[in-house]
């Protein structure tokens, strides 16, 4: 499922991350990584999405929160 579709609260890990090399080397640069645990803080229907990743929150567009595929924890 995509980053966009997390439920504010929601914790889940980053499964697959799509896009160019350039646009996946940024988002590892701010910590965003295959593996790597997010929760949401903000995903309303339009606007950035808000996740805290690594104890730093990042507000990332709609087009490259889609690009970023998770998987929820359950519990």
């Known amino acids: 499922m995509p980053l966009t579709a997390l439920a504010p609260g929601q914790r889940a890990f980053v499964t697959a991350i799509s896009g160019g090399h350039g646009m996946r080397r ?5 910590g965003l990584t295959t593996g790597c645990e997010v929760v949401a803080l903000i995903s309303r229907g339009q606007g950035p999405v808000v996740v805290a990743v690594r104890q730093t929150r990042l507000a990332l567009g709609r087009g490259i929160a889609s690009r970023i595929d998770v998987e929820p924890l359950e519990g």
């Not at 940024?26 to 701010?30: D, E, G, N």
């Open 26 to 30: 940024r988002l590892a640069s701010m």
